[in-house]
């Protein structure tokens, strides 16, 4: 058995000192987001006490038959094929989908022809693989996850009574299996002037619901909305189901399922990649 330190990556949606209250980890007085728990080189663990300040990916790489098994070790792996996290969400994730490992290998090689750095904030495929995750709320946690049925999504819509959303109730209402889709698409490519006006319209719709009643929709709409004021994905928890974790609870995203975490925190199980497909916010 090795012991470890592992590092914590400070995006700015984890909540202030959050791993700290979660792990007993020293605070750092920011915003602590994910402890990455592998070898992923983006964030691999260390192993405490090696001499040569080694990492854990460089350990199994040098032994992987006893870290990993034989049949892992026999089929060419050197590292561990899955990444573990403990997540602790202050705020909303990006509305964001992970890809199958076709398309990763795909897009990995294409950034890669392109010249564009590993590191880049432009950069989307930074390895090759596929990302399913599964995550296990240790407080009490929401996120979106998937899409509500379409005649649900038009209703909550058209509730806001947002005229410039008219053409989106429409297509929810109008366009069978390929609604959300289509939807979405025209969510994303929305121009800058109808950006702002779909974006305000929304802000004003619920600046009168209250924020804390988080079984409400459009709590999350409210709450989003005033985190990203110019973005018109803040509809996202109109359009897809909110779903609310208790200590516990587990939640499986394969590739392509639509998500985004909104507050909670959990220990998060996936394949060891870092591929993230983002949509809005």
């Not at 605070?27 to 070898?39: K, M, Q, R």
């Not at 995750?133 to 058209?158: D, N």
């Not at 509730?159 to 390929?178: K, M």
């Amino acid at each position: 058995m090795l012991l470890l330190h592992n590092q914590v990556r400070d995006y700015a949606w984890g909540a202030p000192d959050g791993m700290a209250a979660l792990v007993g980890s020293t605070p750092s007085g920011g915003h602590e987001a994910e402890l990455w728990i592998g070898t992923h080189p983006a964030a691999p663990s260390l192993v405490a006490g090696d001499a040569q300040g080694r990492t854990l990916a460089e350990v199994i790489a040098a032994e992987p038959a006893r870290w990993l098994g034989e049949d892992l070790a026999a089929a060419g792996h050197t590292a561990l094929p899955f990444l573990l996290k403990v997540l602790a969400v202050g705020s909303p994730l990006s509305l964001q989908a992970h890809p199958t490992a076709a398309q990763a290998e795909a897009g990995f090689d294409r950034e890669e022809a392109a010249g564009v750095p590993i590191d880049a904030p432009q950069r989307t495929y930074r390895d090759r693989g596929a990302k399913p995750e599964m995550l296990v709320a240790i407080e009490e946690s929401w996120g979106l996850c998937g899409f509500r049925p379409r005649t649900e999504a038009a209703t909550l819509v058209e509730s806001l009574g947002v005229p410039t959303l008219e053409p989106l109730v429409h297509v929810l209402r109008s366009e069978g299996d390929r609604a959300h889709r289509i939807a979405l698409g025209w969510l994303l490519h929305l121009q800058s002037t109808g950006r702002d006006s779909v974006a305000t319209g929304v802000a004003g719709a619920v600046s009168s619901i209250d924020p804390d009643d988080l079984d409400d929709p459009r709590a999350w709409v409210h709450r989003i909305a005033a985190a990203f004021p110019d973005d018109p994905l803040a509809l996202a928890p109109l359009l897809l189901e909110v779903v609310h974790l208790a200590p516990g609870d587990a939640l499986h995203l394969p590739a392509g399922y639509l998500h985004a975490y909104l507050r909670g925190a959990g220990v998060e199980l996936m394949a060891a990649s870092d591929n993230v497909l983002r949509g809005g916010l």
